[in-house]
T-cell receptor
Framework: GENVEQHPSTLSVQEGDSAVIKCTYS??????FPWYKQELGKRPQLIID?????GEKKDQRIAVTLNKTAKHFSLHITETQPEDSAVYFC???????????FGTGTRLQVFP | DAEITQSPRHKITETGRQVTLACHQT?????MFWYRQDLGHGLRLIHY???????NKGEVSDGYSVSRSNTEDLPLTLESAASSQTSVYFC??????????FGPGTRLTVL
């Protein structure tokens, strides 16, 4: 079945630097890849998503890239700010279902 | 505004007791999901439903059950709570798009 691996598990950056989180998936038929941000004690919230017919998508300081051949996708945050500190989860759709499988999360800390 | 809610937000129970966690959404979404969140494991799917009277097992369903008698609610029941079920539980719903929207979570402690 589908499997998603996420790296790194923790990431510390200085304010203003960029942060990159990477995920790999196993089922080449997956076609939807969302990213969720979860602040401490809060619910996961969708921040950006990408479909398999697109290679890159941007929303202000956040971008996601998808490499279908290598079966990996990445979240890029530029000009990081302290409020970007949170746990980020990637996910991949399970083909022919409405289900998602999630990565194990990356704790991002942005230091002022 | 339409939303998804969970109750209780915090629950402490004893081993062996039956516990039911509520999930209610007002978006009229057909798809609803229950996840548990544990450190190092991310979000793991317990049960899900694609509509009224439809329920399906996820990857970690042992010891849990759900029922779907209407569109708005998907209660999760722990038949006989175990310490291994101490976790944070999230309900989510999905409409016609691919996006899953999460509830605020329930922190369950089994002593």
């Amino acid at each position: 079945g589908e499997n998603v691996e996420q790296h790194p598990s923790t990431l510390s950056v200085q304010e203003g630097d960029s942060a990159v989180i990477k995920c790999t998936y196993s089922d080449s038929a997956s076609n939807y890849f969302p990213w969720y941000k979860q602040e401490l004690g809060k619910r996961p919230q969708l921040i950006i998503d990408i479909r398999s017919n697109v290679g890159e998508k941007k929303d202000q300081r956040i971008a996601v890239t998808l490499n279908k051949t290598a079966k990996h996708f990445s979240l890029h945050i530029t000009e990081t700010q302290p409020e970007d500190s949170a746990v980020y989860f990637c996910a991949a759709s399970i083909p022919n279902t409405d289900k998602l499988i999630f990565g194990t999360g990356t704790r991002l800390q942005v230091f002022p | 505004d339409a939303e998804i809610t969970q109750s209780p937000r915090h629950k402490i129970t004893e081993t062996g007791r039956q516990v039911t966690l509520a999930c209610h959404q007002t978006w009229n979404h057909n798809n609803m999901f229950w996840y548990r969140q544990d450190l190092g494991h991310g979000l793991r799917l317990i049960h899900y439903s694609y509509g009224v009277q439809d329920t399906n097992k996820g990857e970690v369903s042992d010891g849990y059950s759900v029922s779907r008698s209407n569109t708005e609610d998907l209660p999760l029941t722990l038949e006989s709570a175990a310490s291994s079920q101490t976790s944070v539980y999230f309900c989510a719903s999905r409409g016609s798009t691919d996006t899953q929207y999460f509830g605020p979570g329930t922190r369950l402690t089994v002593l």
